[in-house]
C-alpha cells in the first residue's frame, strides 16, 4: 500500500465498488417496479443502507485521492 502504484490500485478497487453499489441500487429499483419486491418499506429501508453506503465510498473514494495527491 505504500508504494503510489499500490494507491492507485487501491483507489480503483474503490471506484469498482462504488460501481457495484450503483448498479445494486439499480436491480433493486427495477425488481420493486417489475413487482418482484412488494415489500416498499424493505425496499425503502434497502436503498437508504445503499444510498448511504454509496456516499461513504465516495467520500472515503476522495479522500484517498487527496491523500495521495498530496504524498507526491
Do not use: C, W
Request: glycine share 4%.
Amino acid at each position: 500500500y505504500g508504494r503510489r502504484r499500490y494507491k492507485n490500485e487501491f483507489i480503483k478497487f474503490l471506484v469498482y465498488a462504488h460501481a457495484s453499489n450503483d448498479e445494486t441500487i439499480d436491480h433493486l429499483e427495477t425488481i420493486f417496479e417489475t413487482g418482484s419486491l412488494t415489500d416498499e418499506p424493505l425496499f425503502n429501508s434497502i436503498k437508504i443502507k445503499l444510498d448511504t453506503l454509496g456516499r461513504k465510498l465516495n467520500n472515503f473514494i476522495q479522500a484517498v485521492e487527496r491523500e495521495h495527491m498530496s504524498a507526491k
